[in-house]
């Protein structure tokens, strides 16, 4: 009983500290895993420049990262433009969600399932970096494709196929475009065969930031939606993702972060009760230590807590132990029958020897010394007696 109630309050922290941990990972929102052309994404392959220029245009940018998200911030039918990065990443469902939706949508880097979806039966193929000699131009009459040039768009996907009646295809790479631009539902559907043009890195190179600005409107509200691949593994990302993209562990994150507070608190527990262990021991020393050492060793410990009273105790209790039997006297005899005996053996009156003995503690170290100097005269003067 004695060893479970020591461990009570020890095993009581650690699962107070495991509760907290599991209360902050369920509570705590969860770090993203796709950050591929996420407008907060400050790196080469996020699309932080192509937010802040939006912004600078006086559009408001919304980013979402799940389709409700999306969906709530739209406005009325009109005011919104929907920018979905990589969404093969959605399921098939959450897609023909979005493409119900009442608002102009633009998907970028869309690939097969994206396509079959917005419109069954186009062919996607995809093309590689190489493919391409110099960026291609618009060949289309869309305006926003034309006022921006040329752009680069490898990698990343073309169409063809059953391409929706009315379809403006622009960008042709081997003959298939890379941009398609349709109506839906009443709403415009723009598709875009490759990420790259949003990209950080890329987005000041050859017409990329005008197609993009130009394919949104500037009346409109931008919700963009950068998808979270599913668990517990991800789609292939997007052309064009490179090392930007990422896939996410079996075990979030907030996992780890619980595992390093158990591990802090059981080191905290162990240094808490290794001063714990019962009570000290007495035990004979291996070596044999000088009297004079020990006598320096409890001499330093009294100065250092200022003891003065405890030191001079223990100089009067150590005469007396060696001068009582020589006066024929039993220890612990009391101060009334020793002052005199002593006083009777020394040159000192009776009262220098009651005040020596019995007095009061030593106010100063140099009144300690003293005392000492005295006590062992007075030691002398009885035993040669």
């Given at each position: 009983m004695t060893t479970w109630r020591r461990w009570v309050l020890p095993l009581g922290l650690v699962a107070l500290v495991a509760l907290g941990a599991v209360a902050i990972v369920l509570l705590a929102p969860p770090a993203k895993t796709n950050t591929y052309l996420d407008p907060a994404g400050s790196g080469p392959f996020g699309a932080s420049a192509l937010s802040d220029l939006?912004?600078?245009?006086?559009?408001?940018?919304?980013?979402?990262?799940?389709?409700?998200?999306?969906?709530?911030?739209?406005?009325?039918?009109?005011?919104?433009?929907?920018?979905?990065?990589?969404?093969?990443?959605?399921?098939?469902?959450?897609?023909?969600?979005?493409?119900?939706?009442?608002?102009?949508?633009?998907?970028?880097?869309?690939?097969?399932?994206?396509?079959?979806?917005?419109?069954?039966?186009?062919?996607?193929?995809?093309?590689?970096?190489?493919?391409?000699?110099?960026?291609?131009?618009?060949?289309?009459?869309?305006?926003?494709?034309?006022?921006?040039g040329s752009a680069d768009l490898s990698p990343g996907y073309t169409y063809a196929g059953a391409v929706p009646a009315g379809a403006i295809a622009c960008y042709p790479v081997n003959g298939r475009p890379a941009l398609l631009r349709f109506t839906a539902g009443g709403q415009f559907v723009t598709v875009l065969g490759s990420g790259q043009p949003l990209t950080n890195i890329a987005l000041a190179v050859h017409g990329n930031a005008a197609l993009l600005l130009n394919l949104v409107p500037e009346h409109q509200r931008v919700v963009w939606l950068t998808p979270e691949p599913p668990l517990p593994a991800a789609l292939p990302a997007a052309p064009g993702a490179g090392s930007g993209g990422s896939r996410p562990g079996l075990l979030p994150r907030g996992v780890y972060l619980l595992l390093w507070e158990l591990v802090v608190a059981v080191a905290l527990a162990a240094v808490w009760r290794a001063h714990r262990f019962g009570p000290l021991i007495a035990e004979q020393l291996?070596?044999?230590?000088?009297?004079?050492?020990?006598?320096?060793?409890?001499?330093?410990?009294?100065?250092?807590?200022?003891?003065?009273?405890?030191a001079a105790a223990a100089l009067r209790d150590a005469m007396l132990a060696r001068v009582l039997p020589a006066l024929s006297m039993a220890a612990g005899s009391p101060p009334d029958a020793v002052a005199p005996a002593v006083a009777s053996r020394s040159r000192r009156s009776e009262p220098e020897v009651r005040l020596m003995i019995y007095g009061p503690a030593p106010a100063t170290d140099a009144e300690l010394v003293q005392l000492a100097d005295n006590l062992d005269e007075l030691e002398k003067e009885v035993r040669s007696l």
């Amino acid at each position: 009983m004695t060893t479970w109630r020591r461990w009570v309050l020890p095993l009581g922290l650690v699962a107070l500290v495991a509760l907290g941990a599991v209360a902050i990972v369920l509570l705590a929102p969860p770090a993203k895993t796709n950050t591929y052309l996420d407008p907060a994404g400050s790196g080469p392959f996020g699309a932080s420049a192509l937010s802040d220029l939006l912004g600078e245009r006086g559009q408001q940018v919304v980013k979402a990262y799940s389709v409700d998200q999306a969906l709530g911030s739209l406005g009325p039918p009109g005011s919104s433009t929907l920018l979905v990065t990589s969404p093969d990443l959605l399921s098939r469902g959450e897609r023909t969600t979005l493409a119900r939706a009442h608002a102009d949508i633009v998907l970028v880097a869309a690939g097969p399932a994206t396509a079959q979806t917005v419109a069954p039966g186009l062919s996607v193929k995809t093309y590689e970096p190489f493919t391409l000699h110099r960026p291609p131009l618009p060949r289309c009459a869309l305006t926003a494709a034309r006022l921006a040039g040329s752009a680069d768009l490898s990698p990343g996907y073309t169409y063809a196929g059953a391409v929706p009646a009315g379809a403006i295809a622009c960008y042709p790479v081997n003959g298939r475009p890379a941009l398609l631009r349709f109506t839906a539902g009443g709403q415009f559907v723009t598709v875009l065969g490759s990420g790259q043009p949003l990209t950080n890195i890329a987005l000041a190179v050859h017409g990329n930031a005008a197609l993009l600005l130009n394919l949104v409107p500037e009346h409109q509200r931008v919700v963009w939606l950068t998808p979270e691949p599913p668990l517990p593994a991800a789609l292939p990302a997007a052309p064009g993702a490179g090392s930007g993209g990422s896939r996410p562990g079996l075990l979030p994150r907030g996992v780890y972060l619980l595992l390093w507070e158990l591990v802090v608190a059981v080191a905290l527990a162990a240094v808490w009760r290794a001063h714990r262990f019962g009570p000290l021991i007495a035990e004979q020393l291996p070596v044999v230590v000088r009297a004079s050492e020990t006598v320096e060793g409890h001499a330093r410990l009294y100065q250092a807590r200022r003891s003065r009273g405890r030191a001079a105790a223990a100089l009067r209790d150590a005469m007396l132990a060696r001068v009582l039997p020589a006066l024929s006297m039993a220890a612990g005899s009391p101060p009334d029958a020793v002052a005199p005996a002593v006083a009777s053996r020394s040159r000192r009156s009776e009262p220098e020897v009651r005040l020596m003995i019995y007095g009061p503690a030593p106010a100063t170290d140099a009144e300690l010394v003293q005392l000492a100097d005295n006590l062992d005269e007075l030691e002398k003067e009885v035993r040669s007696l």
